[in-house]
């Protein structure tokens, strides 16, 4: 596992600047396509809370050398207990639900949340998670769009997904 604290995890995703989801066609494809990865380089990995062997998976990806694993795709506090369990570092959700951010926070987890208006990344914002994804950011028009909402909201660690 790589060797940075759970509490220092929201830090290492600012400076790494790019966390992989990693999806598979097969279910047993996963975890060897996540190794491939990291191969290439990418040390941060959000598994996909929707496999069925999400925490299989993502627990034997947190023994491997260098790599912080998250589960992403959660939509309900409950899948934040799937991320516990899975001996994850961090959650993404596609939406920012405070019950999420609570439950996540509670248990040292770092959270990214997702917005995709201002007044939803305002809102997002004023929950408290370590960063907000702006989402799906290449329908709503990619960098420029990322760039500008940047400028309005200074104070917020904002991340580019979907």
């Known amino acids: 596992m790589y060797s940075v604290p759970v509490s220092d995890t929201a830090d290492l995703i600012r ?20 190794i491939a990865v990291a ?44 991320a516990v369990a899975a001996g994850a570092h961090f959650v993404i959700s596609p939406i920012c639900d405070v019950e999420i951010i609570r ?28 960063m907000v994804a702006i989402h799906p950011s290449a329908g709503l028009g990619g960098p420029r769009y990322i760039e500008s909402l940047a400028e309005d909201f200074p104070d917020v660690s904002l991340a580019a997904a979907g």
């Open 103 to 130: 439950a996540a926070k509670a248990r040292g987890l770092a959270v990214i949340a997702g917005a995709a208006t201002p007044t939803e990344l305002a809102r997002c914002a004023a929950a408290g998670p370590d």
């Open 39 to 82: 191969r290439g380089g990418i040390k941060l990995l959000g598994i996909p809370v929707t496999y069925p062997q999400v925490t299989e998976v993502a627990s034997d990806l947190a023994d491997e050398a260098n790599l912080v694993v998250g589960v992403s795709g959660v939509v309900n506090a409950d899948q934040v207990m799937v």
């Open 15 to 34: 400076d790494q600047g790019l966390v992989a989801v990693v999806r598979a066609p097969l279910e047993d494809q996963l975890f060897d396509w996540a």
